[in-house]
């Protein structure tokens, strides 16, 4: 009988058990690489709006406050997307023929709320709550980054679980005083190691890595 | 046999891998869209006339500014116009206010300098001179081109602006003589 092997397959079949690790090593690193891309996550990817609605100019020019539009933000767990009506507040008088706008009127007139494309979207099995992270010293930018910046809005942040425990492990790393928690371009004053600390403990801040806390 | 059943476990695994059903929930949450009412929303709006408990609205001089037929001269009772009630106040009227009527309350805001119209200064003799309900009931009810601000501000929150509109206007309109004793001292140091 033929030899089917020749000596040669030795060393075939010693470098495949090592190609074979890499191949596996190298799926996983392209699949970890995927799932971590703006392609599954949309990080950075701005989403398109019935209105070009533009934080840039309405928070940076011309100064609103985010509470102005996302009213509960402070108090519920849902921070509130503003109805037409808030829109309205100005539109009725300024850019009131802008054929930009015309969304805005028509959903006026009609009653029918505009469509915003959500941006931001934890899975269901996920809670989360605004006015917990805003009393205890969590800045809209640490999560939301450079708002006022945005001519549409994206998310800054994957969202993943890993993110959130960073922060609820660590949170002297990110908190901030009360007060500077709607500011943009938010700097700390005194080094963040010594300020971090004290706010910690000023607002007694807990670490919360409990399962239930976020799936409850 | 055994075997070859363990083999479905992964293959089950890699198939479910890709099902969403625990991520969109068949379950609606504020603000979702539902075909089954005509305005497209999944949340109903109340029926007209729900009041919840402990929420009936009984108090005219609380939820109108009204006492009898007129304007309230008075904060209801159960407020008291003290430093942290007009400091809340301040950084209210900063979020609402400012935007048309200017830090100081000028009519000089930011969406004013874009062409909005012009609100009136509150440091005109007209409105220096009205009730503290007074500007309760506009911020309720709207005023000309202002629309109104009731859904977007508690009843409380707006007692603590009209209040601290009251506070500005007294800061603008201020002399020496009211200011007291001590202070003057500092001032006349030149410190502050």
Redesign the interface.
């Known amino acids: 009988m033929a030899q089917i092997f020749r000596p040669s397959a030795n060393l075939l079949a010693k470098s495949s058990i090592v190609g074979g690790a890499i191949l596996v090593a190298a799926l996983g690193f392209g699949l970890d690489t995927l799932f971590r891309s703006p392609y599954n996550t949309n990080v950075r990817v701005a989403r398109d709006q019935p209105v070009p609605f533009s934080h840039k100019h309405h928070v940076a020019g011309?100064?609103?406050?985010c509470?102005?539009c996302h009213?509960s933000v402070e108090k519920a767990a849902?921070a509130g997307?503003p109805?037409t009506?808030?829109c309205?507040?100005?539109h009725?008088?300024?850019w009131s023929d802008a054929p930009m706008l015309e969304p805005v009127r028509e959903s006026f007139r009609s009653?029918?709320?505009l469509?915003w494309t959500r941006v931001h979207d934890l899975?269901?099995?996920v809670y989360f709550n605004h006015s917990i992270h805003v009393t205890k010293g969590m800045g809209c930018a640490v999560c939301h980054g450079r708002v006022d910046q945005m001519p549409l809005m994206y998310q800054e942040n994957t969202l993943f679980m890993e993110w959130c425990l960073d922060c609820h492990r660590q949170p002297e790393k990110y908190i901030r005083p009360k007060d500077k928690v709607f500011e943009m371009g938010y700097k700390p004053a005194e080094d963040q190691s010594v300020l971090g600390a004290r706010l910690v403990q000023e607002y007694k801040v807990r670490k919360l890595t409990d399962c239930a806390v976020c799936h409850r | 046999m055994r075997n070859k059943a363990l083999l479905l476990i992964p293959a089950v695994a890699a198939l479910t891998a890709c099902r969403q059903d625990?991520?969109?929930?068949p379950?609606f949450?504020?603000?979702q869209?539902s075909g089954l009412w005509t305005?497209?929303?999944a949340v109903r709006p109340l029926v007209e006339g729900t009041i919840a408990r402990g929420r009936l609205r009984q108090d005219p001089h609380k939820f109108a500014g009204k006492t009898g037929d007129v304007f309230a001269a008075t904060l209801p009772a159960g407020y008291k116009a003290d430093k942290a009630f007009l400091l809340h106040g301040q950084r209210r009227y900063?979020?609402?206010c400012t935007?048309c009527h200017g830090m100081a309350g000028y009519g000089d805001g930011?969406?004013v300098s874009?062409?909005?119209?012009a609100p009136p200064s509150y440091h005109i003799d007209r409105l220096r001179n009205q009730p503290v309900g007074y500007f309760f009931d506009v911020m309720t009810n709207g005023y000309g081109?202002?629309?109104s601000y009731a859904?977007?501000i508690p009843v409380d929150d707006r007692w603590a602006i009209a209040a601290y509109i009251r506070a500005l206007q007294l800061s603008q309109n201020a002399t020496l003589a009211d200011v007291s004793e001590a202070d003057r001292a500092k001032m006349a140091g030149g410190r502050n």
């Open positions: 011309i100064g609103i406050d509470r102005y009213t849902f997307i109805p009506e808030t309205m507040s100005c009725s008088q300024i009653g029918k709320p469509q899975p269901q099995f | 625990m991520h969109d929930q379950k949450k504020g603000l869209v305005n497209g929303q900063n979020i609402y935007p930011m969406v874009r062409g909005f119209k081109v202002m629309v859904s977007r």
